[in-house]
T-cell receptor
Framework: KAGVTQTPRYLIKTRGQQVTLSCSPI?????VSWYQQTPGQGLQFLFE???????NKGNFPGRFSGRQFSNSRSEMNVSTLELGDSALYLC?????????????FGEGSWLTVV | AQKVTQAQTEISVVEKEDVTLDCVYE???????LFWYKQPPSGELVFLIR??????QNEISGRYSWNFQKSTSSFNFTITASQVVDSAVYFC???????????FGTGTSLTVIP
């Protein structure tokens, strides 16, 4: 069974630009969540999507957005990039049970903003 | 509010030593779930174990064991006879009974010296 796949793995963007990251969940998983990992703030929850609807949202500015498609694949977008957005962005998927699920992570997308 | 504390930032042990990673959590919920994940340098968080709040049985899986004590709100992880391959950052996490938002500790970086 293929794991969670994230693309691209590495990218460099300039301040002010926008970026879109993609995530393909494990087959059969309908929940996809996104996390930002930085040395200073650790792992922080961005948002979770379930059946194309945003179910939970973390405490991030509106520049961070996401969506989920009917095949459960998800994208997140960051607009007007700031230097502080440099981070590892991790996507995780989980099976359809409502709560208490184990989430399975992809390898992440390393974003550097210069 | 939910909170997970991993007071040990970095630990170094010599190969074959036993090591315990501490995790203390805070929640007012009666139903919740606790997890441990391992993050090697590649970035992907690898699931190790899931525990629900009603299951205080300790668990052993090979060289790994977990001690869950609700009385002290702790969920500690012990590696017996550590190996170099155990070198990684280990995260403890908590999720509630609704949704899939995970609250992560700041992680413990374990280095096993050959």
């Amino acid at each position: 069974k293929a794991g969670v796949t994230q693309t691209p793995r590495y990218l460099i963007k300039t301040r002010g630009q926008q970026v879109t990251l993609s995530c393909s969940p494990i087959s059969g998983h309908r929940s996809v969540s996104w996390y930002q990992q930085t040395p200073g703030q650790g792992l922080q929850f961005l948002f979770e999507y379930f059946s194309e609807t945003q179910r939970n949202k973390g405490n991030f500015p509106g520049r961070f957005s996401g969506r989920q498609f009917s095949n459960s694949r998800s994208e997140m977008n960051v607009s007007t990039l700031e230097l502080g957005d440099s981070a590892l962005y991790l996507c995780a998927s989980s099976p359809p049970r409502d709560s208490g699920n184990t989430i399975y992570f992809g390898e992440g997308s390393w974003l550097t903003v210069v | 509010a939910q909170k997970v504390t991993q007071a040990q930032t970095e630990i170094s042990v010599v190969e074959k030593e036993d090591v315990t990673l501490d995790c203390v959590y805070e929640t007012r919920d009666t139903t919740y779930y606790l997890f441990w994940y391992k993050q090697p340098p590649s970035g992907e968080l690898v699931f190790l174990i899931r525990r629900n709040s009603f299951d205080e049985q300790n668990e052993i899986s090979g060289r790994y064991s977990w001690n869950f004590q609700k009385s002290t709100s702790s969920f500690n992880f012990t590696i017996t006879a550590s190996q170099v391959v155990d070198s990684a950052v280990y995260f403890c996490a908590l999720t509630r009974n609704t949704g899939n938002q995970f609250y992560f500790g700041t992680g413990t970086s374990l280095t096993v010296i050959p």
